[in-house]
Antibody, heavy 119, light 110 residues
Framework: QLQLQESGSGLVKPSQTLSLTCAVS??????????WSWLRQPPGKGLEWIGY???????YFNPSLKSRVTISVDRSKNQFSLKLSSVTAADTAVYFC???????????WGQGTLVTVSS | QSVLTQSPSASETPGQRVTISCSGS????????VYWYRHLPGTAPKLLIY???QRPSGVPDRFSGSKSGTSASLAISGLRSDDEAHYYC???????????FGGGTKLTVL
C-alpha cells in the first residue's frame, strides 16, 4: 500500500526558504502516470493546493504561489520535494504531500507536517 | 473566502443521514468533476468520492456523492460516531487555473 511521509524543518525565519521532502514507500514514484503534489492548511483555514510535479520533471503550480515555488522529484530516492522562497508568517501551515491525478484527485496523502514561519 | 462554499458545521444523530453541500460556479463545479475528502486533524486526509459520485475501493457505500448544476453534495447514511471529521469538496477551476477547495464542514455526530 502506497504511503507518503513529509519531513523537513518545522521552523523557518521570515524571508528564508522553506524546504520539505516527501518520501514515497510501497510503490514507485515513476509508475502509473500520476503527478505528485504539495498542499497546505494554515491554522484555522481551509486547504490550498500548491502544485505538482511528474516524475519526468514536468510541473504546474498554483498561480498565486508560482513565483516562489519549486517542486522536484528524485527518482533515485523515490521522493519529491518542495521549496517555497521568501516566506512570511502567512506561509505558516500544515504542509501535506499527496499523489495526484485528474484535477482535484489526491490519494493517498501524507499525515502533514507543521511549518512555522517566525524569527 | 473560499471559491467553493460549504456550511461550516453540520450535525446529526447516529444512524441518521446527513448531507453536506458545496456551492460553486460555472467555472468549477458546473464544468468539472468534484472530489470529496474527510480529514481528522493530525491525520492524513482521505479521498471519499471522486469524479462527482465514484467511491474508491474501501470506501463504504454509506458515502455517496451527487452534483446538480453548480452545486455538489456528499451524503452520509447510517451515521456513526467515527464519522465525526471535517469534510472538504475540491474541484479544478477553469478561471483561476488551479484546484480549489471548499472551506470545510465540521460534522458532529450527536
Amino acid at each position: 500500500q502506497l504511503q507518503l511521509q513529509e519531513s523537513g524543518s518545522g521552523l523557518v525565519k521570515p524571508s528564508q526558504t522553506l524546504s520539505l521532502t516527501c518520501a514515497v514507500s510501497g510503490g514507485s514514484i515513476n509508475s502509473g502516470g500520476y503527478s505528485w503534489s504539495w498542499l497546505r492548511q494554515p491554522p484555522g483555514k481551509g486547504l490550498e493546493w500548491i502544485g505538482y510535479s511528474y516524475s519526468s520533471g514536468s510541473t504546474y503550480f498554483n498561480p498565486s504561489l508560482k513565483s516562489r515555488v519549486t517542486i522536484s522529484v528524485d527518482r533515485s530516492k523515490n521522493q519529491f520535494s518542495l521549496k517555497l522562497s521568501s516566506v512570511t508568517a502567512a506561509d505558516t501551515a500544515v504542509y501535506f504531500c499527496a499523489r495526484s491525478g485528474d484535477g482535484g484527485w489526491f490519494d493517498p496523502w501524507g499525515q502533514g507536517t507543521l511549518v512555522t514561519v517566525s524569527s | 473566502q473560499s471559491v467553493l462554499t460549504q456550511s461550516p458545521s453540520a450535525s446529526e444523530t447516529p444512524g441518521q443521514r446527513v448531507t453536506i453541500s458545496c456551492s460553486g460556479s460555472s467555472s468549477n463545479i458546473g464544468s468539472r468533476f468534484v472530489y470529496w475528502y474527510r480529514h481528522l486533524p493530525g491525520t492524513a486526509p482521505k479521498l471519499l468520492i471522486y469524479r462527482d459520485n465514484q467511491r474508491p475501493s474501501g470506501v463504504p457505500d454509506r458515502f455517496s456523492g451527487s452534483k446538480s448544476g453548480t452545486s455538489a453534495s456528499l451524503a452520509i447514511s447510517g451515521l456513526r460516531s467515527d464519522d465525526e471529521a471535517h469534510y472538504y469538496c475540491a474541484v479544478w477551476d477553469d478561471s483561476l487555473r488551479t484546484v480549489v477547495f471548499g472551506g470545510g464542514t465540521k460534522l458532529t455526530v450527536l
